[in-house]
């Protein structure tokens, strides 16, 4: 069974660039969450859907970030403008129900350079 | 306040000793705890779930336990590509989003 895909794995750019990261859930599940991992904070939630809904979006750092999930196979984290700061790696995961006691799976993610 | 604490943050075994990573979380109303190992690189792959105090899960040389307020993951033989990062996470209550450990950082020289 195909996981969690994310694209780019990679993404370098300017500061100042708008970043467009992406996610395709495991077929079937209800429940999408975007993370940010770095060193010093490690995993934060950013925001989480369920049916494609948006239901806490209390992480998300700034209205620099925003997310979308138009159908229940893709998802979007966009940062416009990105900074320096918000170098780190970004994580797509998905749950099969949003009850709260299913595991998420995740993607491998994406790693974001911001110069 | 919700929390959840691991220990120790790194840890180096020579292949074949054993020893026990800790989580220990303070939420209340648990509705699970999940246990994730996470290699360079790559995203958290999840382990298992445990749902109710004396609940143990086994996979290889890996082994989970469960009180009402911590777990354990005992590994038991350790080979080097035991060595990765041990996440635990759990659900508050009345949130659907897990609070994730900072995690133990394994190193299992041959």
């Known amino acids: 069974d195909a996981g969690v895909i994310q694209s780019p794995r990679h993404e370098v750019t300017e500061m100042g660039q708008e970043v467009t990261l992406r996610c395709k859930p495991i077929?079937?599940?209800?429940?999408l969450f975007w993370y940010r991992q770095t060193m010093m904070r490690g995993l934060e939630l950013l925001i989480y859907f369920n049916n494609n809904v948006p239901i806490d979006d209390s992480g998300m750092p700034e209205d620099r970030f925003s997310a979308k999930m138009p159908n229940a196979s893709f998802s979007t984290l966009k940062i416009q403008p990105s900074e320096p700061r918000d170098s780190a790696v970004y994580f797509c995961?998905?749950?099969?129900?949003?009850?709260?006691?299913?595991?998420?799976?995740f993607g491998d993610g994406t790693r974001l350079s911001i110069l | 306040e919700d929390q959840v604490t691991q220990s120790p943050e790194a840890l180096r075994l020579q292949e074949g000793e054993s020893s026990s990573l800790n989580c220990s979380y303070t939420v209340s109303g648990l509705r699970g705890l999940f246990w994730y190992r996470q290699d360079p690189g790559k995203g958290p792959e999840f382990l298992f779930t445990?749902?109710?105090a004396g609940e143990e899960k086994e996979k290889e040389r890996l082994k989970a336990t469960l009180t009402k307020k911590e777990s354990f993951l005992h590994i038991t033989a350790p080979k080097p590509e035991d060595s990765a990062t041990y996440l635990c996470a759990v659900p508050p209550y009345n949130f659907n989003k897990f609070y994730f450990g900072s995690g133990t950082k394994l190193n299992v020289k041959p």
């Open positions: 995961a998905s749950s099969q129900t949003g009850a709260g006691n299913q595991p998420q799976h």
């Open positions: 445990l749902y109710s």
């Open positions: 077929s079937g599940h209800n429940s």
